[in-house]
């Protein structure tokens, strides 16, 4: 066991990782981690009676579990997938107070009071898992728990197809609340000019597929909200974008650039799904993109986890030209012409949102350890439990909080979930730069249960590292976000608020 000297130091020591240079992230692999195909590797045996268990350090930990994080999936268990629990109790009763009305939008008109305790005491709960465990409501809650589990969802959900279509229930691809929203925006952006105040309203509960692509356009500023000005300026910024393809493509393998074109080819097999990004076609595509991207920001270069941030635009994207699931279509068969659009949008909405974020890639990545410190402190305002339980077993929010904050949480969540959280982001005031913060905390103590059971370092980092999210869909997505825009609400413009 370390001293207590060595620990404060130890990011500080091994120079060689600190965050900033190109290194491998621990679990992250997708999809996210589902316990009940490893449950032995989540559950380390019990410790004999009478010896209590001796907490390891980071150092010990990372020594002895090196191939703890490449856990294949095996074809024949994926059934199994579908025995997660979801909590339907608390869905539901956070998405009524959050006044989901037909055609209305979580938004910044929700009112504090709204989401106060919902443990009808009156009191103000700062944190909606707050909750202790043993609480009287407990049994109930287990018992709806049991009633409602997943074995009435489909065994598989795709992992990118229907997103705004199907949740994890598995209802009607169209309902009839989901037709009047379709309406709403359609109108919306039918007029000469968009009223974007009003589509960020609208879209801050989710964007359906049919005009995702359009709608995340003009919420980046990519396009212009007069309506007669888009299409001229599409075609200007495609064509310039392969004008940088010309002047710049070429020079990948020179000396100053193949350690940039090297890594960023190293990179993109490992990203999700599999099943698209493995396509030579869409490997070429995000070379590309991340290429001229890196070269054009010479501040930051190509870090890892920038290469993560394309897929959900290219995505989108794909869906303006094709009605199937994405992960079984064969991009390739596209023209010619809608590949070069997708690209050219992909790259310019890329460039937009990491132009609100660049100082997470910059040198040392100032940003995120600045997030990082920033969430460490909310959580022991909203939820001083897990907070106490972290630091007593010596986990470090560096450790794991990291690779939220640099991939935005795309190593956590399905790529559905990824993409209906983006939509709120681009409605958000800040949403990539500042909200997203917010989120990371409810993630966090959503978790509190689980956090509490885990006795040692090693279990703690397992499970903070493979969160079992593999079958959330848009109603975990959109109670997360009620519970983070709660928390904005609470502490955004009032940093004291609940400072001991």
């Known amino acids: 066991m370390s001293s207590d000297g060595n620990k404060k130091q130890f990011w500080k020591r ?50 002895i579990t090196s191939d703890a994080w490449d856990v294949g999936d095996d074809d024949d268990e994926l059934l199994a997938m579908a025995a997660q629990n979801l909590n339907i109790e608390v869905v539901m009763e956070t998405a009524n107070k959050v006044n989901l009305e037909e055609g ?36 109930e809650r287990a018992a709806l728990h049991r009633q409602r589990s997943l074995p009435h969802r489909p065994p598989v959900i795709p992992l990118v197809a229907r997103m705004a279509d199907q949740n994890t229930s598995g209802t009607p691809a169209m309902t009839e609340r989901e037709a009047s929203r379709l309406d709403k925006f359609k109108q919306l ?11 960020r309203k609208l879209s801050w509960s989710g964007i359906p597929r049919q005009v995702r692509p359009i709608t995340w356009k003009l919420l980046s500023g990519y396009l212009p909200a007069n309506a007669e000005r888009r299409e001229s300026v599409l075609q200007r910024k495609r064509q310039e974008y392969f004008g940088f393809i010309q002047q710049y493509y070429n020079s990948r393998n020179d000396e100053n650039h193949q350690d940039t074109y090297r890594q960023i080819h190293i990179d993109i097999p490992r990203m999700s799904p599999e099943s698209l990004v493995l396509q030579p076609k869409v490997t070429e595509i995000f070379e590309r993109i991340l290429f001229i991207w890196a070269i054009r920001h010479p501040a930051s ?29 064969d991009v390739s068969s596209l023209e010619e012409e809608a590949l ?99 989120v990371c905390a409810a993630f966090l103590v959503k978790w509190r249960k689980e956090i509490l059971e885990e006795r040692d370092f090693q279990g703690l980092m397992i499970l903070l590292q493979n969160l079992p999210t593999m079958h959330w869909g848009n109603e975990e997505v959109s109670v997360l976000l009620a519970e983070a825009y709660r928390l904005k609400f609470a502490f955004a413009d009032a940093p004291n608020h609940y400072k001991r």
């Not at 240079?21 to 999809?31: E, M, N, R």
């Not at 920033?374 to 439990?385: F, N, Q, T």
């Open 340 to 438: 070069r659009n997708i690209e050219a949008d992909s790259f310019w909405c890329m460039s937009k949102l990491l132009d609100g974020i660049q100082d997470n890639y910059t040198f040392a990545q100032p940003g995120i350890q600045r997030k990082v410190k920033a969430l460490e402190e909310l959580v022991s305002r909203i939820d001083e439990s897990v907070h106490r339980h972290m630091q007593h077993y010596e986990v470090e929010y560096l450790q794991f909080a990291f690779r939220w904050m640099n991939n935005l949480l795309m190593r956590e969540l399905p790529l559905r979930c990824t993409i209906r959280l983006w939509d709120t982001y681009q409605a958000e005031p800040e949403g990539f730069s500042h909200f997203h913060l917010y």
């Open 301 to 329: 270069g190509y870090v890892q986890g920038i290469n993560d941030l394309v897929t959900p635009f290219f995505v989108v994207y794909v869906f303006e030209y094709i009605e199937e699931e994405v992960e079984n279509f």
């Open 14 to 63: 091994n120079a060689a990782k600190v965050p900033g240079s190109i290194q491998h992230v621990y679990g992250a692999q997708h999809p996210p981690f589902d316990p009940l195909l490893h449950s032995e590797s989540v559950h380390p045996p019990p410790a004999t009676p009478g010896k209590p268990k001796k907490a390891t350090t980071f150092q010990e930990f990372e020594s």
């Open 104 to 139: 209305d939008a979580i938004s910044p008109d929700v009112s504090f009071a709204s989401l106060s305790s919902p443990f009808g005491d009156g009191r103000l709960v700062k944190s909606q898992s707050e909750a202790p465990i043993g609480s009287p409501r407990a049994g």
């Open 189 to 199: 952006l039918a007029g000469p000019n968009t009223d974007l105040e009003e589509l």
